[in-house]
């Protein structure tokens, strides 16, 4: 497969899994040694961080992910945490909680619940918010947002959203209201397991969720995030095409910040199985790998992960934690709320999670972005 070259002026396209393999599966050792002494890497050098022979070189690509995050961050780690608003979900992702097919209580927060779950939110020192709901428009939408984000911009530093993909315009407006930033996750690359996965609902049409960081990014976005959820298809191959995703994105829209999550599948409602095992050295290497290509790229390592094993991350590759996460739907106000999208792992407080990484000698920030910065065309 040549290496890859865009064209200007289409959308991004997923790409082959199969025509991908190739890129992964023929490297060796020594292909992973000089691509480590590059100082810029092409989708093929990639394709060689995330092969099988480069999980002989982990440490080292730990430490080179190490130098380059340090080099870019510092060792400022960002905290965030979700505020789930609804788990009404038109959508039946079979790994998913809040899957219209699941028998769960489902709730949506009136506007004055969302704003006092907000608030508790911001007595606990989050200054970063990140608003998620299940796919349902017609229960929350547009509108909604546009209301709560009046509300709540003065008392927070950035908003951000991940809910259902929208169109350009309604991103303007959201933007306007003082939304920054949008992340919205492809779940996986592979059309294939795509389909298997996303059989009804409005998320079965996998194009139209390919462009939306596109036109989040095009409405004026400050900030876009990507993610694969793993567990569904390979994950190396997820690497790629969120490489490839990345690269696309900074050529066309190069003012957009961006960022990648790499959600590993939990135990939900449905009790879905993992597709593929992907272990903590998988994530490691994928995020060192990510790391080494795309030095400005923010990445996320969420409540998903062990303690131990956010820990261990710290400065090496991840610039973003979430801390003391809930996801249900008023579950911060009421700790005995049921219907969660997902079973958290690290169920440490904020409190906690900044205790331990100052211990490593890093730095809890809560505050990097004032919405003063924002220019609101
Ligand atoms: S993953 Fe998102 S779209 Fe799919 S069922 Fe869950 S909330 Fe709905």
Not at 40 to 48: E, K, M, N, Q
Not at 62 to 74: H, P, V
Request: net charge negative; proline share 4%; with cysteine.
């Amino acid at each position: 497969m040549p290496d890859i070259e865009f064209n200007k002026q289409t959308d991004f396209t997923a790409p082959d899994f199969r025509e991908t393999a190739g890129l992964v599966y023929g490297s060796d050792v020594v292909q992973v040694e000089n691509v480590l002494q590059k100082d810029r890497l092409s989708i093929r050098d990639l394709g060689v961080l995330l092969s099988p022979a480069a999980a002989q070189r982990l440490p080292a690509m730990a430490a080179r992910a190490a130098e380059l995050t340090a080099l870019r961050f510092g060792r400022a780690i960002q905290l965030y945490t979700p505020l789930y608003l609804s788990s009404f979900c038109t959508n039946n992702c079979r790994y998913c909680g809040f899957a219209v097919g699941n028998q769960i209580e489902r709730r949506v927060l009136s506007l004055d619940e969302a704003e006092r779950e907000a608030l508790l939110l911001a007595e606990r020192g989050f200054s970063h918010l990140l608003l998620v709901a299940g796919e349902a428009p017609a229960r929350m939408g547009v509108d909604y947002l546009e209301v709560l984000t009046g509300r709540l911009r003065g008392r927070f530093a950035s908003i951000s959203i991940e809910i259902q993909p929208l169109s350009e315009e309604d991103y303007r407006r959201l933007f306007r209201a003082g939304i920054t930033s949008v992340a919205v996750y492809q779940e996986t690359y592979d059309r294939d397991t795509y389909q298997k996965v996303h059989q009804a609902g409005p998320k079965a049409d996998m194009t139209y969720r390919l462009a939306t960081p596109a036109r989040a990014a095009g409405a004026g976005m400050r900030e876009v995030g990507l993610g694969a959820l793993l567990g569904l298809a390979d994950w190396r191959l997820e690497g790629i095409a969120l490489g490839m995703h990345l690269a696309w994105l900074r050529t066309h829209y190069w003012q957009t910040a961006l960022t990648v999550s790499f959600p590993r599948l939990r135990p939900a409602a449905g009790n879905f199985e993992p597709m593929v095992r992907v272990g903590e050295d998988d994530l490691a290497q994928l995020l060192f790998a990510l790391r080494i290509f795309d030095h400005d790229v923010g990445l996320l390592l969420s409540t998903r992960e062990e303690a131990r094993f956010r820990n261990g991350m710290l400065g090496l590759a991840p610039t973003r934690y979430s801390a003391g996460s809930c996801t249900a739907p008023g579950g911060y106000s009421n700790p005995d709320q049921q219907g969660e999208q997902f079973a958290i792992d690290d169920q440490r407080t904020i409190e906690e999670v900044s205790r331990d990484i100052r211990a490593r000698g890093f730095d809890p920030v809560r505050k990097d972005w004032d919405a003063v910065f924002q220019e609101v065309v």
